[in-house]
């Protein structure tokens, strides 16, 4: 298949894209470039990589595509919560756009990056799919909207299917610091210790990035009836943990001591995921990695770079500061999240 990803240049795209393009599909990349530069290794090549923001994207631009991969997003709630309008504009308004320019291009399919933070503040049992969504930030709501906004669009020409991924852990070219195992285990390596950042009681649904990757693809080749304006929580029953259950699984694989950071408290987002519907219908998507793993792979990874406290910290891995830093220099209008 022919497939455009946008967002290619973030996190899960730079581990989705090889794992796409190995199983034999042709990729082509628009993305922004707010992280370009950002690198933790060799970045993805070999592949076309257009720069553009998706809120401009035309029918002309997914000519001839089979499929349409939408990752671009303001992707976490601190840069959602600085402005919270220009939030959904990216992340609803910006996806409902790029639906609706693949439909009238004749794009068959379209899978959403979603969230299973659209779920918020759950109750004690596992959310399926038919679950209520409870958004507890902008950045939550922004996925409901995009979710209710590219539904009515589905059709017998146009297939939508929302991917709620669980949060993300593992390596990966464009490293995120600020998704919570990414951030206990570099932590543990930059500073010695597995710095909290909340009381440790939430209880939070995790997904390897290249187990998020097998899923997409799972998704893509599936016949059309199984996915067709179907949502699918992406991830493992068995990696629905509390917070501090990982604090301890890093703490005991890097021998650093466990520490509440200044103000840790209660975490207002805490839900428990099912993921019967996926294992059931999608089992190409088998997820592989455990969160062990994926520490070990961080810690491995932070070594062979020699990852410091500055740099873990700062705007080359944390999307936040990122942004800041682009603000800062006048590179950026945080007003519309637009580049100047
Ligand atoms: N990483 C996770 O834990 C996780 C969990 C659930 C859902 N998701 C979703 O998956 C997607 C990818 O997440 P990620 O972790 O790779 O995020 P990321 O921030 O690393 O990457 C997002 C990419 O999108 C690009 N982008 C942002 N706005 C754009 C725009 N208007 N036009 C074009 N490009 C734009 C950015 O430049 C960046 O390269 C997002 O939609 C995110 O909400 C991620």
Redesign the pocket.
């Known amino acids: 298949m022919r497939v455009l990803v946008?967002?290619d240049?973030?996190?899960?795209?730079a581990v989705m894209v090889p794992v796409l393009r190995a199983a034999g599909h042709d990729v082509v990349g628009?993305?922004?470039?707010?992280?370009d530069g950002c690198d933790f290794g060799a970045q993805p090549d070999g592949y076309e990589q257009r720069t553009?923001?998706?809120?401009d994207a035309t029918p002309e631009d997914l000519d001839g595509f089979d499929a349409v991969i939408h990752?671009?997003?303001?992707?976490n709630d601190p840069i959602g919560h600085l402005n919270p309008d220009a939030t959904y504009d990216?992340n609803a308004r910006?996806a409902v756009h790029m639906a609706r320019v693949a439909k009238e291009a004749g794009v068959p399919r379209f899978l959403f990056?979603?969230?299973c933070s659209l779920y918020g503040a759950g109750g004690d049992a596992p959310v399926t799919e038919d679950g209520e969504f409870h958004p507890v930030t902008p950045y939550g709501e922004s996925k409901v909207m995009a979710e209710q906004g590219i539904s009515p669009l589905a059709d017998e020409s146009f297939s939508p299917t929302y991917l709620r991924?669980a949060?993300?852990y593992g390596s990966s070219p464009?490293l995120?610091a600020d998704?919570v195992v990414n951030n206990l285990t570099g932590t543990a390596y930059t500073r010695g210790e597995v710095r909290l950042q909340s009381d440790g009681s939430p209880w939070r649904p995790l997904v390897h990035a290249r187990d998020i990757a097998a899923a997409f693809l799972a998704a893509l080749e599936a016949p059309r009836e199984v996915v067709h304006d179907q949502a699918f929580n992406v991830g493992r029953d068995e990696d629905v943990v509390q917070i501090r259950t990982i604090a301890e699984q890093v703490s005991e694989i890097t021998g650093a001591p466990v520490s509440f950071a200044d103000g840790a408290g209660p975490d207002a987002r805490n839900y428990r995921v099912d993921f019967t519907k996926i294992r059931t219908l999608l089992p190409a998507a088998d997820p592989s990695w455990t969160v062990p793993d994926g520490i070990r792979e961080i810690w491995k990874d932070a070594a062979d770079r020699a990852l410091t406290a500055d740099d873990f910290e700062g705007a080359r891995f944390v999307?936040l500061e990122r942004i800041r830093q682009l603000a800062a220099d006048g590179r950026l209008d945080i007003s519309t999240l637009r580049l100047r």
């Open positions: 946008d967002g240049r973030g996190y899960l795209g628009l993305d922004v470039g707010w992280y553009g923001d998706v809120r990752l671009a997003a303001i992707s990216v910006g990056s979603s969230s991924n949060t993300a464009r995120r998704i999307r």
